[in-house]
């Protein structure tokens, strides 16, 4: 890849917490796991700056609009992708 792109970076880190919001926080959450997987404890430090609480995130689950996954003993939510009749 750094053939072609004049700089690569590798990005193996833990992210943090610092997830910007809207105000709208199902649609923050569903925006921010559409590209980005995050931590449960990232998820937890979101909901508290957005004064909200977990149910939220579990309204999500139950709609199958997000869901739990698990890495390295750390818990993941993530945005479900559905592909159209087109496949895309």
């Avoid at 997830?19 to 559409?34: N, R, Y």
């Avoid at 997987?37 to 977990?54: E, F, K, S």
């Avoid at 999500?60 to 993530?78: P, S, W």
Wanted: with cysteine; proline share 1%.
């Amino acid at each position: 890849m750094s053939e072609r792109v004049r700089r690569v970076e590798y990005l193996i880190g833990y992210e943090g917490s610092a997830f910007a919001f809207t105000g709208d926080v199902e649609c923050d959450l569903l925006s921010i796991t559409a590209v980005h997987p995050m931590r449960q404890d990232a998820v937890c430090d979101y909901l508290t700056r957005a004064g909200a609480n977990w149910a939220v995130v579990q309204r999500l689950i139950d709609k199958g609009e997000l869901v739990e996954t698990e890495h390295e003993r750390h818990k993941f939510y993530v945005r479900r992708l559905r592909m159209n009749s087109g496949g895309i």
